[in-house]
């Protein structure tokens, strides 16, 4: 089927009649909030722990409403005993450092610096600055 010219300007008329129809209706279901109402809803959240904290940081999380049944005390007097032991996580991003920090390795410090020394001189260790990690111009 052929639209003519005045077919297809009298479509092109309904549409943008349409269109102009929906936006007025949808300005119309958000009305304006005044200042006031925003911050006194901000100052809700934020008191409600609700705010995205600045930066990249995740949204938040609700906070857990189900209180210890330790003592600051009991907990801290749990750490150290770990500690002893040796049970606690190391600090820091490396999940596989040595979790026993008294073993004792094959050779003596002297062993370990000669060694250095020699590659150093034999020009087998990455200079300065030029590691896999270091900065790129």
Do not use: C, W
């Not at 750490?79 to 003596?108: F, I, M, Q, V």
């Not at 020699?118 to 111009?137: L, N, Q, Y």
């Amino acid at each position: 089927m052929k639209l003519t010219h005045i077919q297809f300007a009298r479509n092109a008329v309904v549409v943008a009649a349409a269109a102009a129809f929906v936006q007025l209706a949808l300005a119309q279901a958000s009305a304006p909030v005044s200042r006031a109402a925003v911050k006194a809803e901000t100052r809700e959240a934020e008191k409600a722990g609700k705010l995205t904290p600045a930066g990249e940081g995740a949204r938040p999380v609700e906070k857990p409403t189900a209180q210890s049944t330790k003592t600051r005390a009991e907990r801290k007097a749990e750490t150290l005993a770990a500690r002893k032991e040796g049970k606690l996580a190391p600090a820091g991003a490396l999940p596989d450092y040595p979790k026993n920090s008294k073993s004792k390795g094959t050779k003596t410090r002297a062993e370990r610096k000669a060694e250095t020394r020699a590659a150093v001189k034999a020009r087998e260790t990455v200079p300065a600055g030029e590691g896999p990690g270091a900065p790129t111009k």
